[in-house]
């Protein structure tokens, strides 16, 4: 008589498990990570020392989840061309496409972090914070997913964000951060 491996399974629900804890990190980044309980925070490496916060606004219709962004990308726009080719891509499935925002490129700058393709709603990317230090800009990008408890709809969306920031010359740099939102 041959009798059925009742541990067989086992190997599966472990490697099932570790993937699951693996994937619900709360939040991760380029900052410094602390944990309590289940909780993951990271606090971005945001320069405090002698640094400036920049005035940044937000560009109408420049924030949304349908983009055709659909690839991950930091992106710094210095000029009206580029700048009107990035639209584009931001409002490409809006019928009638609206105009480009105008940006004052001899006083402006405008930063656009795209999250690249997902397969369901509930992700959003932000910029929450822009700061100056020495010579460089330093832009801090929050990318938000939905947590395994929220209903999301399940349609493929490209979450992009665009800002204008006030001219500074120097490099620009971008600090990520992230969270999963607990919708349980």
Not at 19 to 25: E, F, M, P, Q, T
Not at 102 to 120: C, K, L, N, P, T
Not at 138 to 155: D, E, F, I, L, N
């Amino acid at each position: 008589m041959i009798r059925p491996r009742r541990w067989g399974v086992l190997p599966v629900v472990v490697v099932m498990y570790g993937a699951v804890l693996g994937c619900s990190a709360a939040s991760t980044g380029s900052g410094n990570t602390s944990k309590q309980g289940n909780e993951v925070t990271t606090t971005p490496k945001v320069p405090t020392t002698d640094s400036v916060p920049l005035a940044f606004r937000a560009i109408p219709g420049a924030r949304t989840q349908a983009s055709s962004h659909v690839e991950s990308a930091r992106v710094v726009i210095r000029d009206a061309a580029e700048w009107g080719r990035y639209w584009a891509g931001i409002v490409d499935q809006i019928s009638p496409t609206p105009p480009v925002p105008a940006v004052d490129f001899a006083r402006q700058f405008v930063v656009a972090a795209s999250m690249g393709q997902r397969s369901s709603g509930g992700y959003t990317i932000d910029v929450t914070a822009v700061y100056q230090r020495g010579g460089a800009v330093h832009v801090v990008v929050k990318s938000v997913s939905p947590g395994s408890s929220c209903g999301a709809a399940m349609v493929m969306t490209a979450p992009v964000v665009a800002v204008a920031i006030d001219r500074v010359d120097g490099e620009v740099r971008f600090i990520e951060t992230s969270e999963t939102t607990d919708c349980g």
